[in-house]
């Protein structure tokens, strides 16, 4: 199952996306609170019942120690969020000071995160918080950076308003170029649009020059809940956020599973009429159709 990396350019609805994705997948998933600003989940959705003895900030440590003590700490440290444990969180920091000491931590958790995906079959999630940028580089303290270049999508979370896409045009080609460059590719980069405002996906892609992967609707009440927490409001199992997140986390897989196959065939040349076909197969929306 793919790693699935969101960001922003300016809060647009990050953790709540990736709380609604984790929530609605059809397989076992993960979210992951790496947004090194601080967790917003902690005090919000889950009011308090996780303390600050648990969490991200405790992998720092046990990766000094190598690479099975991350491991464990890693098991160890997530949360379930529901009763059959197939709803996990790895809770985020508790204060903005603390990422500094995940600066090398990232490569290895991205490692077991990839494991998680691909040996266990979690659909995994990243929260990774807003990018921030350093000379026209992700910046190394402010952005989760390892964790965005070994991710196999890197959504960045854009609103279909005049001011999210002002935004997030500034960021959208430092990101592409990162991912070309030091990532697993520029075509790792999609877009996630939360339908607030006038721009509909196509024009999202078109005004971004990036693909919209997914697109979750506004919905307040759901939305709330999720940052709030307390009582899920009436109707939450078919609202509107979940149902539409169930969609997006199989357009996900869909997308990340074309870019995996893309990968493997596109590199040689003798592959190349398997790749044009591959292509073809991919425009018209991939196997699953
Ligand atoms: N799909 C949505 N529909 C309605 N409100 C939303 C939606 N997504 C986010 N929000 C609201 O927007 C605010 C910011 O969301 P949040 O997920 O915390 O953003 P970020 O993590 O990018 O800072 C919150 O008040 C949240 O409830
Ligand atoms: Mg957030």
Request: one cysteine or more.
């Amino acid at each position: 199952m793919p790693v699935t990396a969101l960001v922003s350019a300016k809060s647009s609805g990050v953790t709540t996306a990736a709380l609604a994705l984790t929530l609605a997948s059809k397989r076992p998933s993960l979210l992951a609170e790496c947004d090194p600003v601080g967790g917003t989940l902690r005090a919000g959705f889950l009011q308090g019942q996780v303390s600050a003895g648990f969490g991200l900030y405790h992998l720092a440590a046990a990766e000094r120690t190598g690479t099975e003590a991350l491991a464990n700490a890693f098991a160890s440290h997530l949360w379930g969020m529901d009763e059959a444990g197939h709803r996990k969180l790895l809770p985020g920091l508790t204060d903005p000071a603390q990422a500094a000491a995940l600066g090398r931590t990232w490569p290895a958790l991205s490692e077991v995160m990839h494991v998680m995906a691909t040996e266990a079959g979690y659909d995994v999630f990243i929260d990774a918080g807003r990018l921030a940028l350093e000379s026209g580089r992700l910046h190394t303290t402010l952005t989760p950076a390892p964790l965005l270049h070994r991710a196999d999508l890197t959504l960045m979370v854009v609103r279909g308003t005049e001011q999210s896409l002002t935004l997030a045009r500034h960021l959208v080609d430092p990101l592409r170029t990162e991912l070309a460059e030091r990532g697993s590719g520029p075509d790792a980069l999609g877009l996630l649009l939360i339908e607030e405002g006038p721009y509909q996906a196509h024009q999202v892609t078109d005004a971004l020059k990036t693909p919209v992967m997914a697109a979750l609707p506004w919905d307040p009440d759901t939305a709330g809940y999720f940052t709030n927490g307390g009582r899920p409001p009436r109707g939450y199992a078919r609202s509107p956020l979940l149902r539409h997140a169930r969609t997006a986390t199989e357009q996900l897989e869909a997308a990340a599973s074309r870019r995996h196959i893309h990968q493997q065939y596109s590199p040689r040349p003798a592959n190349a009429q398997l790749a044009g076909i591959l292509q073809r197969l991919a425009e018209r929306g991939g196997p699953r159709g």
